[in-house]
């Protein structure tokens, strides 16, 4: 068994996981967080016993984020920044980081796309780097379910073949840190790649002091919206009239949702053309909707797409990815393929504050069932996409339009179901900071929550 190590916490646990007095979750009992729970899979072992300590969703919340960044990054994110919006950034010395400064943020693909990844492959590159030079002893990651492969299932890959057969994206909750209930009775295994999403490496970042690992390395990806495996099945039913041959979706700057059918084709819906008022509810995880880390602050190499520029001509499989490093990790991580990667500078253009605003309205108001009950014609709906795709934010601001709207909808959405004193605790001030600058003299935001 394992000791811990450096462990400064003021939790009653023991020490050692067998001494720790957590149990498992049984199935069909309740998670500790309820209904907000994000299923990261830390109360499916002995970890549990840290959970109050630990869950992005009790007590402190996703505020807990301010408080590791200085721990695992070694510094805060500089509120004057945009460190602000994208997180501890390895190279960000410059007062503005817009202009390419510096090169903690930049554009890449892998210069031979790898088949049956979900964009180029650069998160799986990595990991089967980590394990041919035996950086890291295994990796987590996450490969499919036995009923539905388009389930996730957390795996503790120890060979290539077991990282390949993890690529791309499976479209729901996962409980990654379930794996740790192996890692940790396994004593072989002192380093480890965790692949994982923010809300699940807030709680392994709170624990990692007790795990007696050498090193951890955590390869994050960027995150907005995910759900249950229920929500993936209704949104699709309501999607798209084959909603079987769906492999997964991501919502693209393009203002449209491609869906990837298993032919490899795509399907691209206009936003405007989703029946929003049917898909307000049921589809999104109450975690996401609570969730103030699209950016995976915690994670030292973050790999995703939200401010790319994006090139509507070319599949998002052959497509340049966004690539964030936070740390000295990040960057030997990267730096393992780069020679694969064909690296340009992040871009940005465009002003996102008038379009945050009008889609946090008109989302707030499908959220109180005001909204229309169907979605615009597909060709009402391609023309909009059209029009915002010219004068719309693009690269780096609309990610960070993307940002700001998922910050603010959140923001709304806790305080009305957490109520104003917990969601004080909850939200990160980063967050807060970003509310404020839409708040405007009209308050236009707090306004809402009066309706
Ligand atoms: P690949 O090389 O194909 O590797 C994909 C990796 O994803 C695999 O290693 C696998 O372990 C992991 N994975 C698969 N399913 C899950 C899951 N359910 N939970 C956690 N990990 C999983 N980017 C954005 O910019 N905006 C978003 O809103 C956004 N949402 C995302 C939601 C989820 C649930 C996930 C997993 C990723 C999301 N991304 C988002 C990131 C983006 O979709 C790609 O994952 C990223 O660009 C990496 O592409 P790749 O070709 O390098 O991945």
């Known amino acids: 068994t394992r000791t811990r190590t450096n462990a400064t916490s003021t939790s009653s646990s023991s020490s050692t996981i067998s001494e720790r007095k957590g149990q498992p979750i049984k199935p069909g009992q309740s998670y500790p967080a309820k209904e907000h729970c994000s299923n990261c899979g830390l109360c499916d072992t002995s ?15 996703m505020s807990r984020i301010e408080k590791l960044e200085e721990k695992v990054h070694g510094k805060r994110r500089n509120t004057e920044t945009d460190e602000l919006r994208l997180g501890v950034l390895l190279n960000s010395d410059t007062k503005d980081n817009t202009n390419n400064s510096s090169q903690s943020i930049f554009y890449a693909k892998k210069k031979q796309p790898m088949e049956k990844a979900q964009w180029t492959g650069i998160v799986t590159s990595v990991a089967l780097e980590m394990l041919r030079t035996k950086t890291v002893d295994c990796v987590v990651a996450v490969g499919s379910g036995e009923a539905d492969a388009r389930n996730p299932e957390p795996k503790l890959c120890f060979t290539e073949e077991d990282i390949l057969a993890c690529r791309g994206v499976k479209p729901s909750l996962s409980p990654n840190l379930k794996v740790f209930a192996e890692i940790e009775t396994n004593p072989e295994i002192k380093n480890v790649l965790y692949i994982g999403v923010g809300c699940s490496v807030v709680a392994l970042r709170e624990v990692e002091q007790y795990l007696g690992l050498d090193n951890l390395y955590v390869l994050g990806t960027n995150c907005a919206d995910n759900g249950r495996t229920d929500g993936f099945y209704k949104f699709v039913n309501n999607a798209t009239d084959k909603p079987d041959e769906v492999l997964h979706y991501e919502f693209m700057p393009d203002y449209k949702v491609h869906l990837k059918m298993r032919d490899g084709s795509y399907e691209k819906i206009p936003y405007f053309s989703l029946p929003a008022k049917e898909l307000s509810s049921g589809v999104i995880a109450e975690s996401c909707k609570s969730c103030f880390d699209y950016v995976n602050g915690l994670a030292d190499l973050v790999v995703g797409y939200m401010g790319v520029d994006y090139d509507e001509s070319i599949p998002m499989n052959l497509h340049p990815q966004y690539v964030t490093v936070r740390n000295e990790r990040g960057q030997k991580m990267v730096d393992l393929i780069k020679n694969d990667l064909q690296i340009t500078p992040s871009t940005t253009r465009g002003d996102r504050k008038p379009f945050v605003l009008q889609t946090v309205i008109s989302d707030d108001e499908a959220y109180l069932g005001r909204g229309p009950e169907k979605g615009a014609p597909r060709f009402v709906g391609n023309l909009i996409a059209w029009v915002l795709n010219k004068v719309g934010p693009k690269g780096k601001e609309f990610g960070m339009y993307s940002l700001d709207y998922h910050t603010i909808r959140n923001y709304l959405y806790v305080n009305r179901i957490y109520g104003k004193e917990r969601a004080k605790e909850h939200i990160p001030s980063y967050a807060m900071k970003i509310v404020e600058e839409y708040e405007g ?10 309706l």
Request: hydrophobic share 35%; charged share 30%; net charge positive.
């Open 47 to 61: 970890l549990i016993s840290y959970v109050k300590d630990a869950c992005a969703f009790l007590g402190p919340g």
């Open 441 to 450: 003299k009209n308050g236009d935001i707090s306004k809402r929550l009066e």
